[in-house]
Each structure stands twice: as C-alpha cells, then as structure tokens.
C-alpha cells in the first residue's frame, strides 16, 4: 500500500520505491528486455526516471527467462544499495557474504586487505555455485549509485560473458557508466506511461476495468506518466474517499485529486531543515531563473537537493537555466500542504527581492516578470500600485490562468479610472460566474452597483460599457431567481435608456433578451429576438450577436433548420476569434451549439470533431472555463448515447453529474440527467433510470431548458425503454408543447413516440407528420414519416428487416429494446447491433471491444434467447417480443405494467 513504497532507505523522490507493477502493463517493453538478454552471456541496462518501472521490468524479464523449460535459469535479485557510492560490503556483501571472508575461514576482511581482482574472482565462483549447474540471472538495480570498488566488479561480470545480467539507473554514473562503455551492452530506455497503459495498471490496481478518460487524463498530465506517481495519487484518492467506482470504472471529480500528503512527507523527511526551506523555496517560486531570486537559495542546499533527486536545473523557454523541483507533482504536494503562514513568508521573500532588483533591471516592462510580482506581491497582502495591476490586467487577458485575471480584477476594481474600473468588474463577474466563485462574484456585483450607483463617474463611460454594466446586473437577477417577468421589464428599461443612437448598445440589449429567454425555456419568444440574417456592416455588432446566433442555433435546431443551424453556430463562433478581443466562456458555449447542430442532424463524426476542437482550441484561459464547464463532457455523453453506446454514456453523465454538483453554470444536469436517464433504461437498469428520469423532470435555467424538446425526447424515450408510465400520452404532451413554442423537428419525433405506442393513435397524426415533414431538413423528416406509414400499414415499429429501424438507428434515434431480463447490459448493448444487421468488427470498433469478444457475448446472447444465430435474433426481435404496441386489431402484452409515472408529465 502506500505505507509501503515509502520504506526506501535510498534518496530521490522515487528512488527504491517499487510500485505494485502488473508487468501486463508493458507487454511490450518486457517482450524487448527479454529478447534483449536471449543470448547467453548478454547484459542490458534499463535506463529511466526513478518510478518509472525499471525494476520491476527488469525482475519480471528474469522471472520470464526462468520460467523456460530449456536452459535452466538461476535467478539472484540485488536490491537497490543503500546509500550512493557504497562499498562492496553493502552491495555484494550482503548477498554473496562468501566473498568476505578470510583464507582462513575465520572472520571477514575488509575490503582494503586483497586486491579488487581476487574479489572479482571470488564473485564469480559464488555466483556459479550458488546456480549448483544452471545458468545465472542477476538482477541489480540503481547501478548509478555504485561506488568504485562495486563498479568495477559489475564491469568484470558483464565482460565475463558467464552469466545473463540485466540492470537499471536512472542516470549514466557509477556502474551504469562503465556498463555503457561496452559497446555489447544493450540500453533501453524506461519512459512514462503512455495514456493506455496508464490505464491499464492504475485498473488492475484499483481492481476496475478501466479508469475515466477525464480522470486518467487529469492524472496522467500531473504525473508526467510516472507510474510510481500514479499509483500513490490513485491510492491517495482512495483513502481520502473521492475515488468513485461503478460498472468496473473507476473516476475522481474535478478538483478532489488533490497532489497526494505523501510527497509533502517524502520530501520533510529526506531533507534537513534548511534543505527543507530550500525545497518550499523552490516550489513556491519555480521555474526559479531570475537572479534576485536565485540568490535567495543556499547553493550548498540546492546542490544536495539536486543530488537527492528532489530538485533538478533545467533551461527554460528564454535561455536561461532554472532551477525547479524534481517532479510536478512534489511541487504541487509541497504548495497544497504547506501552512498558510509559511505561504505568506515565502511570498513576500519572492516579491521583496524581485522588488529591490526592479530599479536597476526592465522588470516593469517585461509583462512576465512583472506577473511574477504583482502573484507575488496578491499572495503576500502586499500593496501594490495601480499601475502594475493595470499592465498585469492587461497582459493576462491575452490568455492566464481566470482565477488569477479574476484576483487582479478585484484588485483593480476601485481603480480612480471610472473605465477601467467598469472594463475589469466586467471580467470579475464573468470569469467568477464561470468559475462558480459566489463569494468573488458577489464581490464584482457589489462593484458593478457601486460604479453605476456613482452617476458622475457612470456618465463618463462609453455607451456600450454602461449598456453592460447594467445588462449583467440583469443577468445576475436571472440567475439569482428573479422571475422572467421581472428581467424583461428590467431589459426593457436598459433599451429606453438608450435612445436610437447607439446599434451596438441595442443588439446588447436584444441578444441577452434572447438569450435569457432561451435560458427559461420560452423558445418561441426567444426566436423572434433572433438577429438578422444578413450580417451587419460593423464587426461589433457581429461580435455582440455572436452569443445569440449560437444560442438561436439550438433553436433552429429543434425546429429542423439543421443546415441553417450549423452555419450558423460555425459562424457565430469564428466571428467571436476575430481580432484582438478578450476570449470569454461564450466562444466555447458556441462550439458546444455547433456540435449540438451536428448531433440533432444526426452526423456523428462531424460531432465528434467538433468537440475535439472545443477541447484543443483557444487560448490558456478560455481552455481553462471549457475544463470546468462540463461543455466537452456533456457532449460525449450524448454522443455516446446517439451512438448505443449505452455503458459509455451512462458513465460519462454519472461522472459530469458527480462533478456538477457543486457548481452547474450551464444548466446543464436535467439534460445529463436524462440521458444519463435513458442509458440506463437501454442497460436494463430500471430503478436507477427511474430515478434519474424525476431529476431529469427539474427544471433548471441554462442550456437544458434552451435544448428543452430534446431532452423531452430523450425523457419520453427513457419510459418507452423502461415501459412505465404512458409514453403515448406524454408524446401527445411533447408534440403539443413543441408545437406551440414552433419547433417542428421535435414534433415530429414526439409523434413519431406516439405511432410507436398505437397504431390507431398513429393513424390520427399522420397528416400532421407529413405536413412537419416538409418543413424540415432531410433525411430525419422523409425517414420518420416512412416508418410512421409502415406502422399503419401492418408492420411492427420495432421490425428490424425494416430499412426504416437501422435508418433510425443512423441517425441515433434508437427504437427501444423488447424486454429481456435475462441479458446484461453489456449482452444488450450487442444485441441491439447485431439485430440491425450490424458486422461484429463494427460492434467491436463501435463499443470498443475485441471482435472475439462480441463473439462471445453474441453466443451468450443466442443462448439466453433461445436462438441460433443472427438470423434467429432477428426473428425474435420481430417477433418474439415483448412490446406493447396497443391498436385496435391486435395488441401485444408487456411484461411491465404501465399505470401513472409519478413525477414525469408535461413540463
């Protein structure tokens, strides 16, 4: 356990410290090192960072070599020595004591007394005994740290050719350097995990099938792939108790993987105390290059901390050589766990020593180095001047870290400058919304209400930032609860105040009615504040409609303007990177509805492009806002849903949902609730879904209810899956509601749900089909309105010979599943492909299995079902289920009673 890995008596934040190592895990590293030593006599030396494996690899490769049939292997592992530089007793000592005693048998000698050949010999001739005939394997490890004498005897027995010798050192000193000289010896090098084996051994450590692709991600990129590292972060978690696990996968939400105590304790424990105070130095400050605060190390402190492997030199981006802690991760366990006090004290050394240099150097006009500073100087309570949080202001906007431009904002806030004050508590409220700081947040409102409470100050301001001003303090109101009512009264006095002299002003005013509108669900009266098609002749007023043209996307989306709708979200969002201008949340809240376009339309891989790019693009801070908004994460999930991947969709909204508890500046969990909802009832998990089907039913202001008749769709789906309720009735509820907010697509897939439940009801709404039809974007309206007319015609909806069903299907509208108990969610999820007429190479690529073991979960399948082979499962599905399609000539019965759904009724 942890406990465990920390007992190293050597030195270097990893160094002796041997994770748990499944060797699975680098199948093909070990297939190297193996084939590396085939050859009898052959030695290799496994180079890499302290934690990476090395010896594990290198003892897993013996083991391998000893569990041949022919030749016979004696294996002899040497552990790591216990101090650098050690002389021969501790190194072959300790395993071979033979070697040490006198001639005549009494005593041991010492190591000055016979010459460094006779030990060699004596080696040698101990080794050979002890393999009593077979041949030898040693294993030695940390061959850096050897001293002279133990150097040149690993030399002597890989030159010997009489024994298989495979070795590790993270760096070309000692032995390892004497090793290397000869050109026989092979040297392969040891690096970081890769992404999927990273997965790989953290699953078999956590005993799961695989971790969260977010939270892999998250872990990999703080370890730097050092499997040593991860394993104590994932052990970390788990003791603290935020590791979740479910469905064989295993997750942390964002911001609870903090950098685990036991580096913090490593790094007090292996240092002196003014190593220690050094070491927090370093942490607090690195990349240390600027010479006022080189100075501030102890250079006899910093060279045994480099010689301990907890710091390291390195040349930074500008030139100059920087000294740094060792690993990311120890600087980021040093900072989190050290006391406050000693924070302050570090801080305000940094910021006092940079701040005598400035007189004599260019800090003030180097944008980075004056940053330093004025971290330096916010983190010590210092008082700086306006003039420096002013530069820093607007050097960070280029793209930082938000909660550092948030901390300068409200620093600058109370600036004499009646506009630079409006222009930075204009940034504090957007970035402390974004980043769900309610107490920083209340901070820049009060801000704001002071600036526009000041009518002297306030009327010197250009139109378009009072137009602002007041506009978030609207918004605020919004979010804070205010009735809608209320806010387009308040909206409405902004846009009195304006008179007709400013258009930019006015498309403020227009575009946060819309959006905002959209926000509550009013879609149809958010549509008619939709902006002009045509593009206005200034970029600014582009730009202020940007937000409103993507948010009118989704819209346009639910009314089956699909092509419309794509343009224009893509337009939206290049316009908004034009120029020069600060980069907000809103850039990314724009990709999000472009790849909503995509997904409504039905083309997965454009999708699935789309979110790449919104996690890829943009710049530091704008990347930042995108990781904690959950825009990329609910994208994948509804991906994963439109693609049956159930599993998949069900564990990335379980994960966000996790995540979003505490802060949800999107609004986002009643749609990740319905999904979530739906992949559960498709899995066969029915009394979770139900569940997740009542907290899909809240309404919440934000994005889900902009995409309301979506996430009804998916609701509605969720009951037919799970036959509870009256899905049929709650369809005629849908199609009626999107009929009167005038969202064409989402009626016709409301009453698309209702063909499905009845074929008389399916009769009474055809013409209406046909009609909503026309009006939409192809396939999705000719493909709906088809399979509609082959219900009436006789055909059962869920006939998977239907072209119609795996046209449906293509364009993620799944038909739900008959029930059948007896299957797993996983044997479901095959099933549901393999009736379509689906190959099992597209299962497996799609669900991301072996080809083998669709297979096999497809024999499963037959078995439970009672069928022979595809044909036979396309048979029962057609005909052997247990789907209630009520009409008036014939009727099947479900297993499932139907009665009321407590909780899910038109909105």
Not at 73 to 102: D, H, K, N, Q, R
Not at 313 to 338: N, Y
Not at 453 to 459: G, Q, V
Not at 852 to 866: C, F, P, Q, S, W
Request: charge should be negative.
């Amino acid at each position: 356990m942890v406990e465990e890995v920390f007992e190293s008596s050597g030195q270097g934040l990893f160094r002796g410290l041997t994770p748990v190592f499944d060797t699975s895990v680098m199948t093909e590293r070990l297939k190297a090192v193996v084939a590396a030593v085939s050859q009898p006599g052959a030695s290799v030396l496994l180079l890499g960072e302290p934690g990476a494996g090395k010896s594990r690899l290198a003892e897993a490769a013996a083991y391998t070599l000893e569990a041949q049939e022919s030749p016979e292997f004696f294996v002899t592992v040497m552990s790591t020595p216990p101090v650098e530089t050690s002389g021969i007793a501790a190194v072959f000592g300790f395993y071979f004591p033979e070697i040490l005693e006198g001639e005549d048998g009494s005593g041991f000698l010492q190591s000055g007394s016979v010459s460094p050949q006779v030990f060699a010999t004596r080696l040698m001739n101990a080794i050979r005994n002890r393999a009593a005939g077979r041949e030898p394997v040693l294993v030695v490890s940390d061959v850096h740290a050897y001293g002279p004498l133990p150097a040149f005897l690993l030399e002597h027995l890989v030159r010997s050719r009489a024994l298989r010798l495979i070795a590790t050192a993270h760096r070309l000193t000692g032995a390892a350097s004497r090793m290397g000289r000869d050109p026989r010896v092979q040297r392969i090098t040891v690096g970081p995990l890769s992404l999927e084996e990273a997965d790989l051994f953290l699953s078999r450590r956590l005993g799961v099938s695989h971790i969260a692709t977010e939270t892999l991600r998250r872990w990999h990129a703080a370890t730097a792939g050092n499997s040593y590292a991860l394993g104590v972060l994932a052990l970390s978690c788990e003791r603290r108790g935020v590791l979740r696990r479910n469905r064989g996968l295993a997750w942390v939400p964002r911001g609870a993987d903090d950098a685990p105590e036991e580096f913090a304790v490593f790094a007090r424990e292996a240092c002196s105390e003014a190593e220690l105070r050094t070491l927090e130095l370093i942490a607090q400050a690195e990349p240390l290059l600027e010479t006022p605060l080189l100075q501030l190390v102890d250079p006899g402190c910093s060279a045994s901390l480099i010689e301990k492997g907890l710091v390291r030199k390195r040349r930074h981006p500008s030139g100059s050589i920087a000294l740094e802690t060792a690993h990311p991760i120890l600087a980021a366990a040093i900072r989190e766990h050290m006391n406050r006090a000693r924070q302050v004290e570090l801080s305000a050394q940094l910021f006092h020593a940079l701040d005598a240099d400035r007189s004599h150097s260019t800090l003030i006009s180097t944008p980075q180095l004056l940053t330093r500073l004025v971290v330096f100087g916010l983190d010590s309570g210092q008082d700086l001047p306006t003039a420096w949080l002013s530069q820093a202001f607007a050097f960070l906007q280029g793209g930082s870290d938000p909660r550092l431009l948030l901390r300068v904002s409200l620093e600058l806030i109370h600036s004499s400058d009646p506009e630079e004050a409006a222009v930075v508590a204009v940034r504090a409220a957007s970035y402390a919304r974004l980043l769900g700081d309610h107490q920083r947040l209340q901070l820049a409102i009060a801000g704001i209400r002071d600036i526009t409470a000041d009518l002297a100050r306030f009327d010197e301001l250009p139109t378009t930032l009072k137009t602002r001003l007041r506009i978030l303090l609207v918004e605020h109101g919004f979010w804070e609860g205010s009735r809608i009512e209320s806010v387009l009264l308040e909206l409405q006095a902004v846009k009195d105040a304006l008179g007709d002299s400013d258009p930019v002003s006015h498309e403020m005013v227009r575009s946060s009615r819309l959006i905002l509108l959209a926000y509550d669900g009013r879609l149809r009266e958010a549509a008619l504040e939709s902006p002009a098609p045509e593009s206005a002749s200034l970029i600014n007023i582009e730009w202020v409609r940007a937000p409103a043209r993507a948010v009118n996307a989704l819209i346009q989306q639910q009314d089956g303007q699909l092509d419309d709708a794509i343009r224009i979200a893509e337009e939206a969002r290049v316009l908004s990177l034009l120029g020069d201008r600060v980069p907000t949340g809103t850039v990314d809240l724009q990709g999000f509805c472009l790849f909503f376009g995509f997904w409504a339309s039905g083309s997965r891989e454009a999708g699935r492009q789309s979110l790449e790019e919104l996690r890829e693009s943009g710049s530091a801070d704008v990347q930042a806002v995108v990781y904690l908004s959950g825009l990329v994460e609910s994208g994948s999930a509804l991906l994963a849903a439109q693609e049956a991947r159930w599993r998949d969709a069900a564990d990335q909204a379980e994960q966000l949902l996790d995540g979003l508890k505490v802060y949800d500046g999107y609004g986002l969990r009643p749609l990740l609730h319905a999904v979530h909802a739906l992949a559960l009832a498709a899995l066969g998990e029915s009394e979770v879904a139900v569940s997740e089907l009542r907290r899909a039913h809240r309404e919440e202001r934000g994005v889900s209810r902009a995409v309301e008749g979506f996430r009804r769709r998916l609701m509605v789906r969720t009951m037919q899956w799970l036959r509870v309720g009256d899905p049929a009735a709650e369809a005629l509820r849908m199609a009626e509601w999107a009929r009167e907010q005038g969202v064409r697509l989402v009626e016709l897939e409301a009453l698309h749900m209702v063909a499905l439940e009845s074929r008389s009801l399916a009769r009474t709404i055809e013409s209406r089909a046909r009609e909503l039809a026309t009006a939409i974007d192809q396939p999705i309206g000719d493909v709906i309105v088809s399979h509609i007319e082959k219900i009436i015609a006789g055909v059962h909806p869920t006939d998977v010979d239907e072209p119609e069903v795996r046209l449906l299907s293509e364009l993620g509208l799944w038909i739900p599943l008959p029930l059948s108990g007896g299957l797993s969610a996983r044997e479901r999820e095959v099933a549901l492909f393999a009736s379509l007429g689906y190959s099992s190479r597209f299962i497996a690529e799609r669900l991301h299995l072996s080809v083998r073991t669709v297979d096999t979960h497809l024999g499963h399948v037959y078995a439970k079902l009672g069928v022979e082979d595809r044909d036979g499962l396309r048979q029962w599905f057609a005909n052997d289920r247990q789907f209630s399609h009520r009409n008036g000539d014939a009727q099947a019965t479900s297993e499932a009673p139907r009665g009321e759904f407590p909780g899910v009724s038109a909105a």
